[in-house]
C-alpha cells in the first residue's frame, strides 16, 4: 500500500510524455532549451550529408557522361586514323596523282642510298 501514494503522487506531478509534447509544454521547458544547440548542430550535419549525397551523383553523373562521350570520341578517331592510312598508301597516291591529269611517274628503279666522304682539310 504504500506504493500506491508514490505512484500517484509521480502521476501528479508529471504530464503524460505524448501530451506535453502536442500541447507544447516540453518545448518550452528549461531542459529542452538548453538542448536547442545541439538540435541545431544535428540538423545542420543532416544538410550537410543530404547535401554532399546531391553533390556526389551529380558528379558520377557528369563522368559517366564524359566517359561516353570518350568512348565516341575514340571510335571516330580510329575510323579517321584508318581512312587516312587508307589514303597514304602508294597505289592510291599513283592513282590520284593518275587522275588529277599531273605528268608525274613512279619511278622504275628503287631508291640508292648515297654515301658522302668527308675530305680531311
Same mark, same amino acid.
Given at each position: 500500500? /504504500? *506504493?500506491e501514494p508514490l505512484? /500517484? *503522487?509521480k502521476?501528479?506531478?508529471r504530464q503524460p510524455i505524448l501530451k506535453s509534447f502536442?500541447?507544447?509544454s516540453i518545448l518550452a521547458?528549461?531542459?529542452a532549451l538548453s538542448q536547442i544547440p545541439f538540435v541545431l548542430y544535428v540538423v545542420l550535419l543532416l544538410i550537410l550529408v543530404i547535401a554532399n549525397r546531391y553533390w556526389s551523383e551529380k558528379t558520377l553523373t557528369e563522368m559517366e557522361a564524359v566517359q561516353?562521350?570518350?568512348k565516341e570520341l575514340r571510335a571516330s578517331s580510329v575510323t579517321?586514323?584508318?581512312e587516312l592510312m587508307r589514303m597514304n598508301r602508294p597505289s592510291t597516291?599513283?592513282?590520284k596523282v593518275y587522275d588529277s591529269g599531273l605528268d608525274l611517274v613512279e619511278p622504275q628503279e628503287p631508291p640508292r642510298k648515297l654515301k658522302v666522304e668527308k675530305l680531311d682539310d
Open positions: 500500500m /504504500s *506504493d505512484n /500517484s *503522487d502521476q501528479q506531478g502536442l500541447g507544447g521547458s528549461e531542459k561516353d562521350s570518350i579517321f586514323e584508318t597516291i599513283a592513282n
